[in-house]
């Protein structure tokens, strides 16, 4: 498996708590990414980064900041979580474009 | 429009059985077709990869991409029960600057009972 952790792998929290989730990875890839997958709607992209401190959006960032301090981590914060944000939150990196290694995935749950 | 569309399923089959899996896509600058797999409760694992049009085999797997009706097909053959899983097509484009987001299907879930 590809050097990639996250951390929590689960957690409950409550409406309207700051949630943070971490990923490292060990392989230096350039590329990494925060998705979230529920039923029917497959991984959608939250936010990506490639490089160091240069991040963007993806199709459902709204709600969801991240940061990339160092190369290994990718932190990705729900300010104020709500109920709609409990789902399972992937994180993958890569340095191709064809190939992205996911990690084992955090499940969150929103009361 | 989605610009990946994959019917969920569920799909069932005995083993043994051939398995046609499928995509279809709405921008003609994709270049990279992947099909992914993912075991319950385990993140996407790459199975395979095709640039452009063609086939591509491995073993019981096999690619297909068709750019004219931008259809993109995975083939199992001689299913096994530890097939079952989730599987996802994702497309991607080298576009400037280094395109390097996927756009995943819905993935389609599979069951192979023996």
């Known amino acids: 498996d590809a050097g990639i952790t996250q951390s929590p792998r689960h957690k409950v929290t409550e409406t309207g708590t700051p949630v943070t989730l971490r990923c490292h990875q060990t392989e230096n890839h350039r590329y990494m990414y925060w998705y979230r997958q529920d039923p029917g709607h497959g991984l959608r992209l939250i936010h990506y980064s490639y490089g160091v401190k240069d991040t963007d959006k993806g199709e459902v960032s709204d709600g969801y900041s991240v940061s990339r301090s160092k190369t290994e981590d990718f932190l990705l914060t729900l300010e104020s979580a709500t109920s709609s944000q409990t789902s399972v939150y992937f994180c993958a990196i890569s340095d191709t474009l064809y190939e992205q290694y996911f990690g084992p995935g955090t499940r969150l749950t929103v009361t | 429009q989605k610009e990946v569309e994959q019917d969920p399923g569920p799909l069932s089959v005995p083993e043994g059985a051939i398995v046609s899996l499928n995509c279809t896509y709405s921008n003609s600058a994709f270049q990279y077709f992947m099909w992914y797999r993912q075991y319950s409760r385990k993140g996407p694992e790459l199975l395979m990869y095709?640039?452009?049009?063609g086939n591509k085999e491995d073993g019981r797997f096999t690619a297909q991409v068709d750019k004219s009706s931008k259809y993109i097909s995975l083939f199992i053959r001689d299913s096994q029960p530890s097939d079952s899983a989730t599987y996802l097509c994702?497309?991607?484009?080298?576009?400037?600057?280094?395109?390097?987001?996927?756009?995943f299907g819905a993935g389609t879930r599979l069951a192979v009972h023996p």
């Open positions: 994702a497309i991607n484009f080298d576009g400037p600057g280094g395109y390097n987001k996927l756009i």
């Open positions: 095709t640039y452009s049009s």
